[in-house]
């Protein structure tokens, strides 16, 4: 079993930034994917970021240029620097570990962005 422990959600102002991380813990052998959910209010969740295990990286249209995907496999953690925050960045923030196969979810962490 694989937990996924998010936390550097918050409450930031329109301009700021906030950065997010995701540890991953229990029997892990190899870590592949790795990515960023976001779901705001009414809306479906959708991918804001992913990294392979060779580091290829993939953004969503919307954040390019704002957010840095990385990751450490030392300690299997995933991080979301996120800059130059709008308030449609708001949302419950979700990381996403492929480990030995098996897709494993964080519990979410809110971002709230204030104009």
């Known amino acids: 079993q694989v937990q996924l422990v998010e936390s550097g959600g918050g409450l930031v102002q329109a301009g700021g930034s906030l950065k997010l991380s995701c540890a991953a813990s229990g029997r892990i052998l190899s870590m592949n994917r790795m990515a960023w959910y976001r779901q705001a209010p009414g809306k479906q969740r959708e991918l804001v970021a992913d990294i392979t295990s060779g580091g290829r990286i993939n953004y969503a249209d919307s954040v390019k240029g704002r957010f840095t995907i990385s990751r450490d496999n030392a300690k299997n953690t995933v991080y979301l620097q996120m800059n130059t925050l709008k308030p449609e960045d708001t949302g419950v923030y979700y990381c996403?570990?492929?480990?030995?196969?098996?897709?494993?979810w964080g519990q979410g962490t809110q971002v709230t962005v204030s104009s």
């Open positions: 996403s570990v492929i480990v030995q196969g098996i897709n494993y």
